[in-house]
């Protein structure tokens, strides 16, 4: 698992979801049953428990999002931390409910670990994971847009970086080339081929004055000149070797 899907509405409509289910398997099931319940106070565990664990899940959810976004990436370890860190806020919170005045449950720490906790883990786990698998599909997909800015803060473009043909240096300016319906197009922006090459590291440098997207490389023209789509460039023969694996 390399991603997670971070958005505050999936995962809490995935909350939801836990809560019912967990509201359900206890009403039905009463695993948390310990002879001393009646009707009342069922219904106010069931629905405190599946309550608290929507609470949980939403923290959880805020949570992984702010350390998604500080490492933009996902493994297996963060996500087995994710489940521990759930699994501890939810036991001691609905714990916390149970011997609480509104239940006053009867079993202690441990009986409640081992005789309901260990249950509703049980229960929940296999829906957590198949839930968390299916919350990666509903990720939006994103188009790979590159986006130029220049010194001017009205200077920007943004493209599609298949469509990014070539740049090339135009003194205090670079200029962008790129397809936009088949066709040919550039705009100038105030900033330096160094700096572009810098911020986007695909680019490859066949020229002092040109950096080219390697998608649109067709052919060779001469000994010193590429066809790229829709433009020819030089190639200095300090670079030609940047062009030996296209």
């Not at 509405?9 to 289910?21: E, P, Y």
């Not at 949570?63 to 500080?70: D, L, P």
């Not at 001017?152 to 043909?165: C, G």
Request: charged residues 20%.
């Amino acid at each position: 698992m390399k991603q997670l899907n971070p958005s505050l509405k999936h995962n809490l409509i995935v909350g939801l979801l836990f809560a019912l289910w967990i509201f359900v398997f206890a009403f039905i099931i009463k695993p948390f049953d310990d002879g001393t319940l009646n009707f009342r106070t069922w219904l106010l565990m069931s629905a405190g428990f599946s309550a608290t664990a929507f609470v949980c899940y939403a923290f959880l959810a805020i949570v992984q999002r702010s350390v998604y976004e500080k490492v933009a990436n996902w493994n297996i370890g963060l996500e087995a931390v994710s489940f521990l860190f759930f699994y501890l806020i939810y036991f001691f919170a609905v714990y916390g409910y149970y011997k609480s005045p509104i239940l006053n449950g009867g079993y202690r720490f441990t009986e409640f670990f081992v005789l309901i906790f260990i249950k509703v883990t049980l229960v929940l786990t296999p829906v957590i994971i198949l839930a968390r698998r299916y919350l990666l599909k509903l990720i939006p997909v994103k188009e790979d847009v590159l986006i130029f800015k220049g010194d001017n803060k009205r200077d920007i473009l943004k493209i599609k970086a298949s469509d990014l043909v070539c740049i090339s240096n135009a003194q205090n300016y670079v200029e962008i080339f790129y397809t936009e319906n088949d066709q040919l197009r550039s705009k100038l922006i105030r900033t330096s081929l160094k700096k572009l090459q810098d911020d986007f590291a695909f680019l490859v440098q066949i020229h002092r004055s040109h950096l080219i997207n390697p998608l649109h490389f067709k052919s060779w023209r001469n000994q010193n000149t590429i066809m790229l789509t829709q433009i020819e460039l030089p190639v200095s023969k300090s670079f030609k070797e940047n062009l030996s694996t296209l």
